[in-house]
T-cell receptor
């Protein structure tokens, strides 16, 4: 069964350091999302890509966060510098383009970030 | 950020009991999704709903898209220990095909054998 891949699964870093997360969506999925999930809450969208283009990054803290999907396949989310409040689960999801506007998003296992 | 109102926040039940949880919003949604998340893992899609009034089942799970398009519920019948986890509702707020989801705060389910 096709899955969304993410790495690393866990990351511990010190504040002010740079961190990067990688996501490989389900093959053929044009839409890719990065979400942040704080412990005890639901995921919140950070950025959405359609192929290689950013569709929505209104909730991305652009002073320290950046995301790219250069070839429209895999994607990288970067934080520089990391702050204590960035500790969270970072989830990647992808969605295929099916007739009828199917909105089913499939999530990867996430990257658990701890900032010390 | 904007989130749905999901209740109850947590449930502790006996194995074999039925479970019901729901989500409400002040906004109209055109899609409702229900996910289950286990510790340290990403959410797994359980059921997707696309039409107001739609009732859909997936094994022991049944979900409905409210007539007003502002609510949805999920029922689990005859709960078993592996049902333990956090259940999230998610709604698509905007029309069109952007796919942005708004999530509830989650319902934590614990099942006592």
């Amino acid at each position: 069964e096709a899955e969304v891949a993410q790495s690393p699964r866990y990351k511990i870093t010190e504040k002010s350091q740079a961190v990067a997360f990688w996501c490989d969506p389900i093959s053929g999925h044009a839409t890719l999302y990065w979400y942040r999930q704080i412990l005890g809450q639901g995921p919140e969208l950070l950025v959405q890509f359609q192929d290689e283009s950013v569709v929505d990054d209104s909730q991305l803290p652009k002073d320290r966060f950046s995301a790219e999907r250069l070839k429209g396949v895999d994607s990288t989310l970067k934080i520089q510098p990391a702050e204590l409040g960035d500790s969270a689960m970072y989830l990647c999801a992808s969605r295929g383009e099916l007739a009828g506007g199917n909105n089913e998003q499939f999530f990867g296992p996430g990257t658990r970030l701890t900032v010390l | 950020g904007q989130q749905l109102n999901q209740s109850p926040q947590s449930m502790f039940i006996q194995e074999g009991e039925d479970v019901s949880m729901n989500c409400t919003s002040s906004s109209i949604f055109n899609t409702w999704l229900w996910y289950k998340q286990e510790p340290g893992e990403g959410p797994v899609l359980l059921i997707a709903l696309y039409k107001a009034g739609e009732l859909t089942s997936n094994g022991r799970l049944t979900a409905q898209f409210g007539i007003t398009r502002k609510d949805s519920f999920l029922n689990i019948s005859a709960s078993i220990p592996s049902d333990v986890g956090i259940y999230f509702c998610a709604g698509q707020l905007n029309p069109g095909n952007t796919g942005k989801l708004i999530f509830g705060q989650g319902t934590t389910l614990q099942v006592k054998p």
